[in-house]
């Protein structure tokens, strides 16, 4: 498993997709944060705040994570590999959490420079350090588990097809889905008795929840519930083909 992992990394950062996703996430967060005039602009803003921030990387994330993940299994499929690779000493599910692990550690690797985002709002606060801790460390607790559910996703549809770009389509819409699909159907008029419920099954209301610097169990079980699940449907279609 630890060589499956090790291999996912190390072709992530050997070629130029690694390298891309950190870049294209920092440079569209910063451009809207630093640069770009608008409401989101932290500059024009008046309080010292990482909320632009954390408003902007689900829906960054929704495009950039799918890109990553789409060839864990595609490129297996394609290349005739993934017969080979489901024949080695480890089971089904050690590869399928080796695969998942590795898409992971490109998104945290992306996330890790925010923290530069992060001190200079705390330097920026009147006076210095004047910043909602609690909220900003909820908000990045939350955006973690997040991403997290994006891998899962884009892991379960790499395993869907031998087509990169069919793979990344399914985890871009699943994502979609997940994040704000959830939302608006709950906002259906004849929906109003179990609308809460039915938002409760998206990631948005929790990732909300965490936000406010209030990390409760039943996020973190929602967060962690979605994502062995298709951890599991991953595991299960690729079984299919082992047997």
Known sequence: MTAILKREISSF??????????????LI??????????????????????????????????????????????????????DLLLTRPISTFQIVWAKFLAGLVVVIISLLPTFIYFYSVYQLGNPVGNIDMGGTWGSYIGLFFLATIYVAIGTFSSALSDNQVVAFVIAVVLSFIFYTGFDSISSIQGLKGISE???????????????????????????????????YFTKMKLSTKKN
Do not use: C
């Not at 950062?13 to 920092?26: D, E, K, Q, Y």
């Not at 309080?47 to 297996?76: I, N």
């Open 29 to 82: 967060t910063g451009l809207f944060i630093w640069v770009i005039p608008g409401d989101l602009n932290l500059i024009f803003g008046e309080y010292a705040t990482l909320e632009s921030l954390f408003y902007l990387a689900p829906w960054v994330y929704l495009f950039l994570v799918p890109a990553v993940t789409m060839r864990l299994f595609a490129d297996e499929k394609k290349a005739g590999t993934l």
């Open 197 to 231: 419920m039915i938002r409760q099954l998206g990631i948005d209301a929790h990732y909300s929840s965490l936000s406010r610097g209030v990390v409760d169990s039943r996020d973190v079980i929602y967060f962690l519930s979605v994502v062995f699940a298709f951890l």
């Open 13 to 26: 950062f050997s070629s130029i997709t690694g390298a891309l996703v950190v870049s294209v996430f920092l």
